[in-house]
Every structure is written in structure tokens, then in C-alpha cells.
């Protein structure tokens, strides 16, 4: 069905347009002109002057609607994104904090999962920690983090590596050092 939305100020890439009109199908922005006549068979909407402005990509955060993800659910995944998808937001992603590997895997499988649907907004997920200055780590779970030493930060990043969706993953023929990342700025592949 198509819609066609009307009487309001829309924020474009060359300012705000005035008088113009969003049409939209199957939840996706076909046109933004600026011409407000009725087209014949859409469903009219008047904005009665409100704005229309781009929805947002959230790139970090933790949950929304009252769930969070590192609970790693699919039902914690589609509440927190249904309450993000209500007031703006176009993509997302899912922000864990310092968690346990296993935590990482859950999200990361819910996170394979959406993203693998059809016009999923779910672009991929985004990991903190566990690696922090502990004087500066804020609301992380300090059981989980961890001070970083080279000792503890450079072996078996791979290993540790939860899933291929949205990583970085190292290409190096021998683990990182401070030495070898410095002189090695290409090293992170998508």
C-alpha cells in the first residue's frame, strides 16, 4: 500500500523543505518531493506541520524496552530493538558490556540471527571491555574486567573471537605485539 504523508517541514540533505511530501511503501521511503498533491489510491497522512527528519543508526546501546542485551535472548533482542524502532531509530547495534565468553556467543548467535532477516535492522553487535583502566571503567562488571597487559591482551585473539558477524578479525602470521601493531597499520580485516 502506498502512503503519502503531507504538511510537513522534512529535513533534507539541502535543508528543510516546506510543503512537500514523503511517500512511502511496504515501510520504505520511495520519494521525498516537493510536491504535496494528493496522489490518487495512497493513504494520506497530515503531519499538521510536525517535523519529518532521517532515523537514526544507534551504534551504542545496551537494550531498551525494560531488557537488555546481554541477557543474549532472541525475546530480549526484539523487545529492546521494538522499543528503539518506535521512536526513530532506523538500524542498531546491540551494545554488550564486559561479559563472559559465553554471554558474547549467546548475543552474538541472536545477533547472526536478525541479521540474517529480511530488512533486519540488526547491523551487527557492538562489544565493550573486558579490557579497561579499572579507575576508569564506570558501570563494567569488575569481575569480568580485566587490566590489559600484553601478556593477556595479544595471544589467541582468534580463539577468543565469538562469531565472523561484524568482527575484526587479525591477519597476522604471528600474535600482535606493541612492536608488530605499530609498523602494521593495514592488519584489521573486515
Request: charged content about 20%; glycine content about 10%.
Amino acid at each position: 500500500m502506498l502512503t503519502q504523508i503531507i504538511n510537513a517541514r522534512i529535513l533534507t540533505p539541502q535543508g528543510w523543505l516546506k510543503d512537500g511530501s514523503v511517500l512511502i511503501r511496504d515501510n520504505k521511503i520511495l520519494e521525498v518531493t516537493n510536491c504535496d498533491l494528493a496522489i490518487i489510491g495512497a493513504k494520506l497522512i497530515d503531519a499538521k506541520g510536525m517535523y519529518i527528519v532521517p532515523g537514526g543508526v544507534e551504534i551504542h546501546v545496551h537494550g531498551g524496552g525494560g531488557r537488555d542485551f546481554m541477557e543474549g535472548t532472541e525475546d530480549a533482542f526484539r523487545t529492546a530493538i521494538k522499543a528503539h524502532m518506535q521512536h526513530g531509530t532506523t538500524s542498531i547495534f546491540p551494545t554488550l558490556s564486559s561479559s563472559t565468553i559465553p554471554m558474547i556467543r549467546a548475543a552474538a548467535e541472536t545477533t547472526e540471527k536478525m541479521m540474517a532477516e529480511p530488512d533486519s535492522p540488526v547491523l551487527g553487535l557492538h562489544l565493550e571491555g573486558h579490557y579497561f583502566n579499572m579507575a576508569m571503567a564506570g558501570g563494567q562488571i569488575p569481575r569480568i574486567s580485566k587490566i590489559r597487559t600484553r601478556k593477556n591482551i595479544f595471544p589467541c585473539w582468534r580463539k577468543r573471537t565469538a562469531s565472523s558477524v561484524g568482527t575484526l578479525r587479525r591477519n597476522f602470521p604471528e600474535p600482535c605485539s606493541s612492536a608488530n601493531i605499530s609498523r602494521r597499520k593495514g592488519c584489521w580485516l573486515q
